[in-house]
Structure formats: C-alpha cells, structure tokens
C-alpha cells in the first residue's frame, strides 16, 4: 500500500476499499488460496511489482516456498514458458532480498 499511496492516495484508497475491503472479504476462499491464484494471474499479466507483493502477501498468508513455486508452474502450460520465467524471477528476486534482511 504504501507503494501505492506514494503514486497517488486517492488510488490506493480506492483499491484498499475495493480489492481488499471488498473481493477479498467476500470470498469463499482462504486468504493464503487468494494469494496464490493473485500471483498466477498476476503472472498472466506480467506485472512484476504487483506480483511481489502478492508474493509476500501469499507468504504473509501462511502460504510455502514450494507452493508458491506448484502455482506458479501451473502457468506453463496456460502462459507458456517466458511469462512463467518472469515469474519464477521474481520470486527468486524477492526471496534473495528476504535473505540479505536476515543476514
């Protein structure tokens, strides 16, 4: 959010109040089940600041490494291999920042 505050307020209000506040609060599904299909679909639009932070909020959710990792390989043959590529890297790239934070 706070990425989104620093583009414009307005716009992160009014996402905070319809994305989170509305869809997912409304949803029949877990939020760690949210999180996983925001990253997939987030890799089909090959939008890589907005797919970090579903990355971290899948994690956030309780969700693992290796399950990250299961719905991300189930775009391959949805997205084909350069999307799903895109995505694996940016994973990689945020779990090598979350290591330099620990050490």
Same mark, same amino acid.
């Given at each position: 959010?706070?990425?989104? &505050?620093?583009?414009?307020?307005?716009?992160?209000?009014?996402?905070?109040?319809?994305?989170?506040?509305?869809?997912?609060?409304?949803?029949?599904?877990?939020?760690?089940?949210?999180?996983?299909?925001?990253?997939?679909?987030?890799?089909?639009?090959?939008?890589?600041?907005?797919?970090?932070?579903?990355?971290?909020?899948?994690?956030?959710?309780?969700?693992?490494?290796?399950?990250?990792?299961?719905?991300?390989?189930?775009?391959?043959?949805?997205?084909?291999?350069?999307?799903?590529?895109?995505?694996? &890297?940016?994973?990689?790239?945020?779990?090598?920042?979350?290591?330099?934070?620990?050490?």
């Amino acid at each position: 959010m706070a990425r989104l &505050e620093g583009l414009d307020p307005e716009l992160a209000a009014h996402i905070q109040a319809f994305a989170y506040d509305t869809v997912y609060d409304s949803s029949a599904l877990d939020l760690k089940t949210q999180e996983l299909i925001a990253c997939a679909l987030l890799v089909s639009l090959g939008s890589p600041p907005e797919l970090r932070t579903h990355l971290r909020g899948a994690l956030n959710a309780g969700a693992t490494e290796a399950e990250l990792r299961g719905a991300l390989m189930l775009c391959v043959p949805y997205l084909g291999f350069p999307r799903t590529v895109a995505g694996f &890297e940016a994973l990689k790239n945020y779990l090598d920042a979350q290591e330099k934070k620990k050490g």
